[in-house]
């Protein structure tokens, strides 16, 4: 069974960095594709961004693009979500996920199969 667990998430002022981190003993094979997600309280989930475990181009959505990088290292089976310029609105509740599919114009959250238990970032100042 995939086992995801998120690290990394904190409370940061406005402005300042975080990276956050998705491992696992192994990712599913049966898709190439694994992403980034988040959720604040009382709100939907929102796809942040999505890359091809064998290479190519990530996506991003426009709320994070420009300050988020995504990256993937294999040998460590490990995700990561570089965070710059973090905003009070980026305050959420952080998942990785893996089994779904990527796109190049949309993330589809709910194709995706397997899913970490969260890590919290919060930003306020």
């Known amino acids: 069974k995939v086992q995801l667990v998120e690290s990394g998430g904190n409370s940061v002022q406005p402005g300042g960095s975080l990276r956050l981190s998705c491992t696992t003993s192994s990712w599913t094979v049966r898709t190439n594709c694994i992403g980034w997600f988040r959720q604040a309280s009382g709100k939907e989930r929102e796809g942040l961004s999505t890359?091809?475990?064998?290479?190519?181009?990530?996506y991003y959505a426009d709320s994070v693009k420009d300050r988020f990088t995504i990256s993937l290292d294999n040998a460590k089976n490990t995700l990561y979500l570089q965070m710059n310029n973090l905003k009070p609105e980026d305050t959420a509740m952080y998942y990785c996920?893996?089994?779904?599919?990527?796109?190049?114009?949309?993330?589809?959250?709910?194709?995706?199969?397997?899913w970490g238990q969260g890590t919290q970032v919060t930003v306020s100042s």
């Open positions: 996920a893996d089994g779904g599919r990527c796109y190049g114009d949309r993330i589809v959250g709910r194709g995706f199969t397997y």
């Open positions: 890359i091809y475990r064998a290479g190519g181009d990530p």
